[in-house]
């Protein structure tokens, strides 16, 4: 692939700990990078600063979601093919990148989703549950998603409603023509906390996500009768 075909962006909050290594293997990898550093309080823009890589430095914690938009909407802007989402956390695995890459432009899709074996969260398989009944998608908060730039465009800006990673999908799920794909992926462990909130307060989260998903879909029907 050459350097416009896709960018691989990393929202990233307070990943001092994780954001050097990951850095660091997708940089060996020659991907066109750019993180998004969502108002980080530690030493992650620092060290953002000192390698090769593009960064969007938000002013203060505007949120994953505002992270995601951000990112996509540099690359809409820089005339980039795909991007695909990429955690700094270092639970992925670089080798998934042009895996994705290549399902995408064999099958002619307009987004791919990460399908993780074993999900974080409790709430997480209940979100799951919910898209794969509805949608045929298994696991929408997966953080490694590829887009394809020229048709999420129409869907850009997305960051509304904070639903950790989902709203765009569920966006494109609800309108037709969009040809949206999982594919299976392992994923690593994360070797410090993660940012996403302790047990209780991460697992509230989900279920926010939970029940505004399922407006949504609600709210879609109904219109659509």
């Not at 074996?117 to 209940?126: A, C, Q």
Request: glycine fraction near 6%; charge should be positive.
């Amino acid at each position: 692939m050459n350097n416009k075909e896709i960018l691989v962006f990393i929202p990233a909050y307070n990943e001092e700990n994780n954001l050097k290594k990951v850095l660091e293997d997708l940089i060996s990898n020659n991907y066109s990078i750019l993180v998004v550093d969502d108002g980080s309080t530690d030493e992650t823009y620092n060290i953002v600063s000192k390698m090769p890589v593009s960064v969007i430095r938000h002013s203060d914690n505007k949120g994953y979601e505002k992270a995601l938009s951000s990112g996509l909407a540099y690359a809409l802007e820089h005339d980039y093919t795909y991007a695909i989402s990429f955690d700094a956390d270092g639970q992925m695995f670089v080798e998934d990148i042009e895996k994705f890459f290549t399902l995408a432009k064999e099958r002619d899709a307009d987004i791919v989703i990460g399908e993780r074996k074993i999900k974080n969260r409790i709430f997480e398989y209940f979100v799951g549950g919910l898209t794969r009944f509805y949608y045929s998608i298994s696991d929408p908060l997966c953080g490694l998603k590829l887009y394809k730039i020229s048709s999420i465009a129409k869907l850009l800006p997305f960051d509304t409603k904070n639903l950790a990673g989902t709203e765009l999908l569920i966006k494109a799920l609800q309108r037709k023509g969009f040809r949206i794909l999982e594919k299976k992926i392992d994923t690593k462990r994360r070797i410090d906390k993660a940012k996403f909130g302790n047990f209780f307060t991460g697992e509230i989260k989900i279920l926010r996500v939970f029940f505004i998903i399922i407006f949504l879909i609600l709210t879609s029907r109904y219109e659509k009768k």
